[in-house]
C-alpha cells in the first residue's frame, strides 16, 4: 500500500471515531443530567485514565498522580516528559483510543456475543483509497444491524454490553488537552510520513512495505469501535425519549 494513502486514510478514521465521540458525549449530557451521566460513565473515565498511564509506562514518560474518577466526570494524570520525543505524546494522548477498542473485544469476548459484531467480514474492503470511508460506512451499518436484530433480549448479558458500551464509548475521545498535547508530535509524524512517501512511492517507485500494508488491514477494523459508538447513540435516543417527560416537568 502506497505510504501517504495509509496513513491519510488512518487520520480520516481515527478523527471519524474522535469526532463521532465528541457528538456522543454531548448527545448524552442532553439525555441525561450531567452529575448522573458523570457516575454511570465512571468506568470509562477510569479506563481513559489508566490508558493514558499506560501509555506512559510503555513510552517512559514517570507517572507523578493518577485521578481516576471526580464527580464532574473527569480524571487526571500528571507525567514527566516521555524519553520518546514526539511519538511519546502522541501515544499517550491517543492511549484511550485504542485502550477503549481493546476493552469492546474484551467485553463482547467475556460476554460470549449476546450482541453479535463478529460475522460482520471485511472481505472486499481495500483502504487503497478514499472509498474506504464509503465501505467502512457500510460496514459499520452492518454491524450494527447484525447487532440490534440478533441480540438476546431475554439476557442479562445484553443489558450489560450495552451499559459498558455507553460508559466506554462517552470516555473514548482524547480530550481536548489531550489533542493540544500531542499537537507538536503529530506534526513530526505528519512530516515524515511525508518524506517516507516521497522517498518510497515517488523516488523508489515501490509500494510503502510491510508497516503499511500492516496499517492498511488494520484500518478496516476501525468498523468495530465505530459500530460500538453508533449503538451507544440508539441507546441515547431510547434514553432521551424516555426522559421526555420529566424534562418537560
Given at each position: 500500500?502506497p505510504?501517504l494513502t495509509s496513513?491519510?486514510n488512518?487520520?480520516?478514521g481515527?478523527t471519524l471515531l474522535?469526532?463521532a465521540?465528541y457528538?456522543?458525549?454531548?448527545?448524552?449530557l442532553?439525555?441525561l443530567?450531567?452529575?448522573?451521566?458523570?457516575?454511570?460513565?465512571?468506568?470509562?473515565i477510569a479506563l481513559h485514565?489508566?490508558?493514558?498511564?499506560l501509555g506512559?509506562?510503555l513510552?517512559?514518560?514517570?507517572?507523578l498522580?493518577?485521578t481516576l474518577f471526580?464527580e464532574?466526570?473527569s480524571?487526571?494524570?500528571?507525567?514527566?516528559?516521555?524519553?520518546?520525543?514526539?511519538a511519546?505524546?502522541?501515544?499517550i494522548?491517543?492511549a484511550?483510543?485504542?485502550?477503549c477498542?481493546?476493552?469492546f473485544?474484551?467485553l463482547?469476548?467475556a460476554?460470549?456475543?449476546t450482541?453479535?459484531f463478529?460475522?460482520?467480514?471485511s472481505?472486499g474492503?481495500?483502504?487503497?483509497t478514499?472509498?474506504y470511508l464509503?465501505?467502512l460506512a457500510g460496514?459499520?451499518?452492518e454491524d450494527?444491524s447484525?447487532?440490534l436484530?440478533?441480540a438476546?433480549?431475554?439476557?442479562w448479558?445484553t443489558?450489560?454490553f450495552?451499559y459498558?458500551?455507553?460508559?466506554?464509548?462517552?470516555?473514548m475521545?482524547?480530550?481536548?488537552?489531550?489533542?493540544?498535547?500531542c499537537a507538536?508530535?503529530?506534526l513530526?509524524?505528519c512530516?515524515?510520513?511525508l518524506i517516507?512517501h516521497?522517498?518510497?512511492d515517488?523516488?523508489?517507485?515501490?509500494r510503502?512495505?510491510p508497516?503499511?500494508e500492516?496499517?492498511?488491514n488494520?484500518?478496516?477494523?476501525?468498523h468495530?469501535?465505530?459500530a460500538?459508538v453508533?449503538?451507544?447513540?440508539?441507546?441515547?435516543?431510547v434514553?432521551?425519549?424516555?426522559?421526555?417527560?420529566?424534562?418537560?416537568?
Open positions: 500500500m505510504a496513513f491519510l488512518l487520520v480520516a481515527v474522535i469526532v465521540c457528538f456522543l458525549r454531548e448527545f448524552w442532553r439525555a443530567p450531567v452529575r448522573l451521566l458523570a457516575y454511570l460513565a465512571a468506568p470509562g485514565e489508566l490508558s493514558h498511564a506512559c509506562v513510552t517512559g514518560a514517570k507517572v498522580k493518577i471526580r464532574d466526570g480524571g487526571e494524570v500528571r507525567h514527566t516528559a516521555p524519553r520518546l520525543k514526539y511519546g505524546e502522541v501515544i494522548s491517543l484511550p483510543l485504542a485502550g477498542t481493546a476493552a473485544w474484551l463482547g469476548w460476554l460470549h456475543g450482541m453479535n463478529y460475522y460482520v467480514t472481505k474492503v481495500t483502504p487503497d478514499f472509498t464509503g465501505q460496514l459499520v451499518f450494527l447484525l447487532a436484530t440478533s438476546v433480549w431475554s439476557d448479558r443489558y450489560v450495552l459498558f458500551s455507553m460508559c466506554i464509548s462517552i470516555a475521545a482524547p480530550s481536548k488537552q489531550d489533542l493540544k498535547n507538536v508530535g503529530l513530526v509524524l512530516g515524515l510520513v517516507i516521497l522517498i518510497v515517488r523516488l523508489l517507485h515501490v510503502g512495505g508497516i503499511f500492516f496499517i492498511g488494520l484500518l478496516v477494523k476501525l468495530y469501535p465505530l460500538i453508533a449503538l451507544s447513540f440508539v441507546l441515547c435516543f434514553v432521551w425519549l424516555i426522559g421526555m417527560p420529566f424534562r418537560r416537568r
